[in-house]
């Protein structure tokens, strides 16, 4: 099974950064929470921030677990693993998704997603409060 963190990004108007899947990769043309493989000995944390600085040039600060999926895509089993985050800086540069968007919470549903994602958008859908940030400390 591949380990995989992926980083619900709130921005500071509480909008979540999703991206889609661009044409060649796996589940093309779907969209996701951006994030990538952990490498061997990585936290789920460190491969965030190593992630989305390798794939879309911003720095991120993750600071809660949101949840684990495991999902088996027939060739391939995964463990998602979701942590929120908040945006810090840089601007985005994409290099494995085709396009991006900052996303209001109710609008998650609007979107195809890919299907390890999808019980993470359905827990963010179904959250009636603004999501907790006592842990970032600001």
Known sequence: MIEVAAAIIENDQGQIL??????????????????????????????????????MGIEIIPYEWFGNNEHDYGTVQIKLIAYMAKYSQGEIKLTDHDEYRWAGRSELSEYDWAPADIPFVERLLSLRHPIPRESLGS
Do not use: H, V
């Not at 044409?23 to 493989?37: D, I, V």
């Open 18 to 55: 999703i991206a889609r899947r661009k044409k060649g990769k796996s589940q093309e043309g779907m969209w996701e929470f951006p994030g990538g493989k952990l490498e061997p000995g990585e936290s789920p944390e460190t491969c965030l921030i190593r992630e989305l600085q390798e794939e």
